[in-house]
């Protein structure tokens, strides 16, 4: 069992491809990922000072001028950077890259709250807990059993749904196979209305992320800092193909 | 132990221990009833640190879109779609992700209460007494209405049963949901037009253009994500194609920001726009012009809605070219008093175009649909009026919140002896009500529904509970139930269901003998699958194909839209967000998910164009007041800059601006329906999309708690 554990592990990089040309930016997959991961609800004043908590944002900008005026929506998350800049500057190893899923992950009860990692971060995909966030009973009833709840002066961020990537890994092992595309989805993509999000392992070739990160529209976000993102978005926008 | 306890105190505290542990939740895919048992001994399937999953069905709005809900030791944890249900195939929204706050709200009505009306002052009740008070009212059918909402059809079902059987006038089914999209028009427009009495099915996923008259139809519109669905279809075509879409309306929605051509017309002017269409379409196509089409004026079209005329030549062309078109009717097209024919008129493209029951283009769906028009809900208040009302019963719905103040709903309900609401939430109805006998949390309760616009077959979602209840609340038709056994006569030997579970089992019976993707031989094990797979539903999809020969020559005649005075008057656009009727609100997490234009939360706001905001001085979080140019009733707001919206229109979203429903909706943002016009169109809708206002500035400043700036609006901190 554990020859067969470690041997998976070794074939894992998960990646994201998120396609903007369907991605409508209803905001499904904010709610989604908040319900999930426990995270907090922060309230009207704490989210107008930029305090809100959410581990993913959809960015809109507008383009262009009345009546040719559009928004453009991108959603942004962490982008589970292959050599990401919040690493090096923790001091106390609390954000480190695991060597089994080779995403990021965020230690919470190693964190001091230095907020280094957030500063260094150049998505802005990291949020901190100022406070402790209220959640009155029996509101707490909800929360998931598989994810900590932080409490305040602790970083933390997008992981990626590593308890998913867990209970995948566990469930195909226990089935005596290997882990296959399609096992593991996170709580984003699967609400995804239109199913702009996919999810799933670089390291195969033939899985559906890998082809998608061949695709001509595929390009990384600030890919020229040298961050080796691991999510890939497809270009969208009204221009393409039409 | 200190304390004596006696044999009868003893019996009186086990006898609590008894109801305790025989709650009714219907948890188990095999059996009627689950009683709540210690979590030392769990039923086989409900292991300790395992999480078990049911199948149920939203009722956050009248969708009705398959949920399969994690629970983990009788908790609800999670919300996540039914991949195998016809309306969402496993998708879920925002609305729908939030249930579980809606269950585990701390402000939840925990048991029946006797109220004072117009005070929050509540004395609690037991339930036998709360029966009989039901009992009093449905003992007199002359002088009893209902009132429900869009949400689980099957106590719409079972009331309309009563109603027939006991002699009550028709329930009255209302929601701002089904009202801003012109539910009502878009079906009457449908029956006068074709020969079918549905909502159609619009196939988006399969046509090559869509055109979209204020069809919202990836926030709330019919079925939205079913629609969600469609448009990643029709983007992603075999072949690389891509499907067009034209989106006609004054405020750019979510929907037309990801439309490819964003058409901002003049309010009201959607229905000769679709006139025009039509008659370009039919030339470039080479086809008889349809009497309907024929006698409309290109060069008035082009002045009234402000296309330019070669832009509508452009698009009437497209529209007519050789690819598979569609025509959405959408809210603001339907919500004028040129509703009913612009409804028709846009009908009128599908059918010039030919795409009724073909790939691509417009279905009958399944299930007769009930909803009130807004006529009926002014019959009601004229008789709630006359004072001939003792007992008006309230479910799913919040009248004092979604209609018009100047319809007068709130003064009304003072004439009407005694008010019982149902509802779960102390919303601005239940502060007006003498009783609230509250319904379960909607994970907490039976039910089906049957109307699934977003469905390609016939279908019928179930809902089960997924958790025990968790406050002492009963099921409105267990309710109305035992209350119509307690009173002999014509009603009770009428109606002969023993409680809710009977009733649902009795009326799903007929669908054994349907082919659906399941048979079973006898009704407990067709239950058992109904509760597993979450409803019942045709294997593959089955959309009528019947030869229609529609006539397209009547004439349809047009008001001209009322221009706004320059700078002085605005059309208003109310529109629907993820607060849906209103009572997502109370959601802390609808509430910090930004809005998807404006990025705002937890708040409401005015989108002004910046332009137009430039000339009357005003800037963004300024609070003005926006006033009815037809009534004395006004609102106040804060402004957005909004730079997609016509500069002659103001828009506000619905959903927020509560005086009730809990600590999280209460005293945030600002209620449109405040200011809507009460005019009616010739369906019977509500003409709310007529409404102008005016813009008085304050003097006050709030800003908004907006997404759209990472280091925040409160400036240094």
Not at chain 2, 171 to 185: I, K, N, Q
Not at chain 2, 473 to 500: M, N, R
Not at chain 2, 551 to 556: G, K, P, R, V
Request: charged share 20%.
């Amino acid at each position: 069992m554990t020859e067969l554990l470690a041997k998976e592990a070794q074939d894992e990089k998960w990646g994201m491809v998120i396609d903007l040309d369907i991605c409508s930016g209803c905001q499904a997959c904010v709610t989604a990922c908040s319900m999930e991961n426990n995270i907090p609800f922060v309230g009207e004043d704490e989210m107008a000072y930029g305090r809100g908590m959410q581990w993913m944002r959809i960015r809109r900008y507008w383009e262009g001028e009345y009546p040719e005026v559009t928004p453009d929506h991108q959603p942004m998350l962490c982008q589970q950077c292959g050599s990401a800049p919040c690493e090096p500057v923790c001091p106390v190893f609390a954000t480190l890259h695991s060597e089994v899923e080779k995403i990021n992950l965020q230690v919470y009860n190693r964190c001091i709250g230095t907020r280094y990692c957030a500063n260094n971060c150049p998505y802005h995909a990291r949020t901190f807990n100022w406070f402790d966030y209220e959640i009155p009973a029996p509101m707490n009833s909800y929360l998931n059993p598989d994810v900590t709840v932080r409490r305040r002066g602790v970083m933390e961020k997008c992981t990626f749904c590593v308890q998913r990537i867990v209970k995948g890994r566990q469930q195909a092992s226990a089935e005596g196979r290997e882990i296959e595309d399609g096992d593991v989805t996170p709580a984003c993509a699967q609400a995804c209305p239109t199913d702009a999000i996919t999810f799933g392992n670089l390291s195969d070739p033939e899985s559906r992320v890998s082809k998608m990160v061949r695709s001509d529209r595929a390009y990384k976000e600030l890919e020229n800092l040298g961050t080796e993102p691991r999510v890939t978005y497809l270009k969208g926008g009204k221009s393409y193909g039409g | 132990m200190t304390e004596k306890i006696s044999r009868r105190d003893f019996l009186k505290i086990s006898g609590i221990g008894v109801t305790a542990a025989t709650v009714i939740t219907g948890c188990g895919p095999s059996s009627r009833y689950v009683t709540r048992q210690a979590y030392a001994n769990m039923p086989e399937y409900n292991q300790t640190g395992v999480s078990t999953y049911y199948a149920t069905t939203c009722k956050e709005c009248p969708a009705g879109c398959g949920l399969i809900v994690r629970t983990q030791e009788g908790r609800a944890i999670k919300v996540e779609g039914n991949p195998g249900h016809p309306v969402n195939k496993g998708k879920v929204c925002s609305r729908g992700l939030t249930s579980v706050q809606g269950v585990y709200n701390p402000d939840r009505i925990t048991g029946p209460q006797k109220r004072a009306r117009s005070s929050r002052t509540t004395t609690a009740m037991e339930w036998q007494s709360a029966i009989n008070t039901v009992a009093e009212g449905l003992k007199n059918p002359q002088k009893t209405a209902f009132l429900l909402g869009l949400q689980s059809d099957h106590l719409y079902d079972l009331v309309q049963e009563i109603s027939e059987k006991g002699g009550f006038t028709k329930p009255v089914r209302y929601g701002t949901l089904g009202t801003l999209e012109g539910r009502s028009t878009l079906l009457k427009a449908t029956q006068e037009l074709y020969s079918y009495d549905q909502i159609p099915f619009f196939d988006i996923g399969n046509a090559d253009i869509v055109f979209s008259f204020g069809a919202n139809f990836l926030e709330t519109w019919l079925s939205p994500l079913a629609y969600s669905r469609g448009f990643r279809q029709l983007r992603k075509q075999p072949f690389g194609k891509r499907g067009y879409i034209v989106s006609f309306e004054a405020r750019q929605s979510l929907s037309s920001a990801n439309a490819d051509e964003w058409i901002p017309i003049t309010p009201g002017s959607e229905g000769q726009v679709a006139l025009a269409i039509g008659k370009i379409a039919a030339t470039k196509a080479g086809v008889p012009t349809p009497a309907m089409f024929a006698e409309v004026n290109l060069n008035d079209v082009s002045q009234i809605s402000g296309i330019s005329m070669e832009k509508l030549l452009q698009l009437g062309e497209l529209f007519g070219s050789e690819n598979k078109a569609i025509a959405l009717p959408g809210g603001s097209a339907l919500t004028t008093k040129n509703g009913l024919d612009a409804g028709k008129a846009i009908m009128a493209l599908n059918v010039l175009v030919e795409n009724t029951s073909q790939p691509g283009g417009i279905f009958p769906t399944f299930g007769e649909n009930h909803t009130s028009d807004f006529a009926a809900v002014n019959a009601l208040i004229a008789k709630m009026n006359t004072g001939e009302l003792d007992t008006l019963f309230i479910h799913g719905t919040n009248p004092v919140f979604e209609l018009p103040a100047s319809a007068g709903f709130q003064a009304a309900l003072k004439k009407v002896k005694t008010v019982i609401s149902f509802s779960t939430f102390e919303d601005e109805t239940v502060v007006e009500s003498d009783y609230v006998f509250p319904d379960h949390a909607a994970l907490e309760s039976f039910g089906y529904q049957r109307v699934l616009l977003g469905s390609d077959r016939e279908a019928y979602s179930s809902i089960q509970p997924v958790v025990a209840p968790i406050h002492d609340t009963k099921a409105t038709a267990d309710v109305l139930l035992a209350a119509i056994l307690s009173i002999s006569g014509k009603l009770a030997s009428g109606i002969q269901y023993t409680d809710e579970v009977d009733f649902l089992q009795k009326t799903i019976t007929p669908l054994i003998e349907k082919k659906g993707f399941y048979s079973a031989e006898e009704l407990p094990t067709f239950w058992s699958k109904w509760l597993q797979f979450g409803g019942w539903w045709k294997t593959t999809p089955e959309l009528s194909s019947s030869e229609v020969d529609i006539n397209l020559d009547q004439e349809l005649s047009f008001s001209t839209p009322q221009s706004a005075k320059e700078g002085e008057t605005f059309h208003l656009v109310s529109y629907a967000t993820q607060m849906g009727d209103g009572s997502g609100a109370n959601r802390p997490w609808l509430q910090e998910t930004p809005d998807p234009m404006t990025t705002v939360t937890w708040n409401s706001w005015v989108e002004i164009h910046p332009k137009t905001a430039e000339q009357l001085g005003i800037h963004d979080d300024d609070i003005v007041e926006v006033k009815s140019s037809n009534s004395d009733f006004s609102v106040e707001a804060i402004v957005y800059l909004y730079p997609a919206i016509r500069p002659d229109t103001v828009a506000i979203p619905f959903g927020q601006g509560h005086t009730a429903l809990g600590r999280f909706a209460e005293g945030r943002g600002c209620n449109p329906a405040i200011v809507w016009s009460t005019d009616v169109n010739q369906a019977g809708d509500l003409a709310l999309s007529d409404t102008t206002v005016t813009l008085k500035p304050t003097g006050k400043r709030r800003p908004l708690a907006r997404q759209e700036s990472k280091e925040g609006v409160y400036g240094e901190h």
